[in-house]
């Protein structure tokens, strides 16, 4: 079970780096797509390192990185339209797609009972991006993420494949440069270009570090994913919102100028109600 401590060391890390970004998104930049390029520079540097230290370089991990710049897209838009709470939360939604591919791709077991996860799941996403409880009017950010769950659920079965054939090092060493060839190119682009050499050394220092989270939480679920099985996994990473949720609630009373959401007690009771169900149809999928 040590891909258990690998797996959530690296949720904790993305948790943190979740934080950064929201707080980037709403306060620093005017174009999630500005953060999206500043925050993957550095992708391109630590691709060097791999390949310089271990010699090895994966064209499948450079499309998959491709595919998983198109996420960090999608994930900073829907981080400009809602709370970082409820964005991670939908991330839920995603073992239901792993579950499909890795039964079809990997042979990986869909029982009966994942039925019941999937309802839950639903039940728990449906809850948490409503905008009042008893009204059905949803959160901007919806649309996008049901889209991203797609994708993150296809990349990690694919990258699953591809770790069980090469090792984890190939592939992370062609997805870092994957991820930067997706998010740099967005740099001829005029306007975000402009944008981008306006920003603060602050925000460069901010997503800099975020990026040192997030590449170390990669590598962590990365080595989970060569010692585990996806869906387990997958199931695993959705506690990332219970872990963000806490950090936030601990950050709007301590530092409310770095995050702050709405945690009064309807509100927090109805996210917590809502991540718990989600946590627990992903367990249930991904067992």
């Known amino acids: 079970m040590s891909w258990l401590l690998f797996a959530l060391l690296g949720i904790n890390l993305w948790a943190i780096v979740n934080i950064i970004d929201k707080n980037v998104v709403s306060k620093r930049v ?13 992708a391109l540097f630590y691709g060097l390192i791999a390949f310089f230290i271990a010699r090895a370089f994966s064209i499948e991990g450079f499309f998959i990185g491709i595919g998983w710049a198109f996420i960090l897209l999608l994930y900073y838009k829907a981080l400009s339209l809602d ?6 939360a939908l991330y839920s ?3 239901i797609v792993v ?7 990997l042979g990986e077991a869909f029982g009966p009972e994942k039925y019941i996860g999937i309802i839950f799941i639903v039940l728990g996403a449906m809850l948490i991006s409503m905008k009042k409880l008893g009204k059905f009017t949803f959160s901007k950010a919806l649309p996008i993420m049901l ?3 797609v994708v993150y659920g296809i990349m990690i079965v694919l990258m699953k494949s591809a770790i069980d054939a090469q090792g984890f ?4 060493t062609g997805m870092e440069f994957g991820i930067f060839l997706g998010t740099f190119s967005l740099m001829t682009i005029g306007k975000y270009r402009k944008e981008v050499k306006k920003a603060k050394k602050k925000t460069f220092l901010l997503l800099f570090f975020g990026s040192m989270f997030g590449v170390s939480g990669l590598l962590s679920i990365m080595i989970a994913l060569s010692m585990g099985p996806a869906s387990l996994i997958s199931a695993i990473e959705q506690t990332q ?5 806490f950090y936030i609630i601990i950050l709007t009373h301590l530092k409310p100028h770095i995050i702050k959401e709405d945690i009064t007690r309807g509100s927090l009771m109805i996210k917590v109600v809502a991540i718990l169900m989600m946590i627990v149809g992903a367990v249930v999928v991904g067992s």
């Open 147 to 149: 889209l991203t769950v």
């Open 83 to 88: 709370e970082a709470s409820k964005i991670v």
């Open 241 to 245: 919102a219970l872990f963000l949720l």
């Open 30 to 42: 005017k174009s999630p797509l500005t953060a999206l390029i500043i925050g993957n520079i550095p």
């Open 93 to 95: 939604l995603t073992p």
């Open 99 to 105: 579950s499909i591919l890795a039964f079809v791709f």
């Open 169 to 172: 090092i190939p592939i992370f």
